[in-house]
Nanobody, 124 residues
Framework: QVQLVESGGGLVQPGGSLRLSCAAS????????MGWFRQAPGKEREFVASISRGGDNSYYADSVKGRFTISRENAKNTIILQMNSLKPEDTATYYC?????????????????WGQGTQVTASS
């Protein structure tokens, strides 16, 4: 079983950047496909990005493509979500998740382990 802890959230002006980190412990981190989801108040949790075990393949929601970048550092048991050109509609709680499955894995039910989330607010 793997434990996931997100960090790096905060308040940023529209157009600004934030870098989210997810630290994994307690399991064989490199064997998991990793993803980021987000949930705004009153909305369903939605897929943001995911990355394959070796980091060779990454997948993005259309709403963040070209602005967000997912990466992983297996030696440090960490995944990163670099968020640029933030918009007010990016405001949400962001969750890190780990999956034992293969593929693009854009659905919530694909993931077995979840972190507690970190709040991102893009507002002036």
């Amino acid at each position: 079983q793997v434990q996931l802890v997100e960090s790096g959230g905060g308040l940023v002006q529209p157009g600004g950047s934030l870098r989210l980190s997810c630290a994994a412990s307690g399991g064989m981190y490199a064997t998991y496909h990793m993803g980021w989801f987000r949930q705004a108040p009153g909305k369903e949790r939605e897929f943001v990005a995911s990355i394959s075990r070796g980091g060779d393949n990454s997948y993005y929601a259309d709403s963040v493509k070209g602005r967000f970048t997912i990466s992983r550092e297996n030696a440090k048991n960490t995944i990163i979500l670099q968020m640029n050109s933030l918009k007010p509609e990016d405001t949400a709680t962001y969750y890190c998740a780990a999956s034992v499955h293969f593929g693009s894995l854009t659905q919530r039910h694909d993931y077995l382990y979840w972190g507690q989330g970190t709040q991102v607010t893009a507002s002036s």
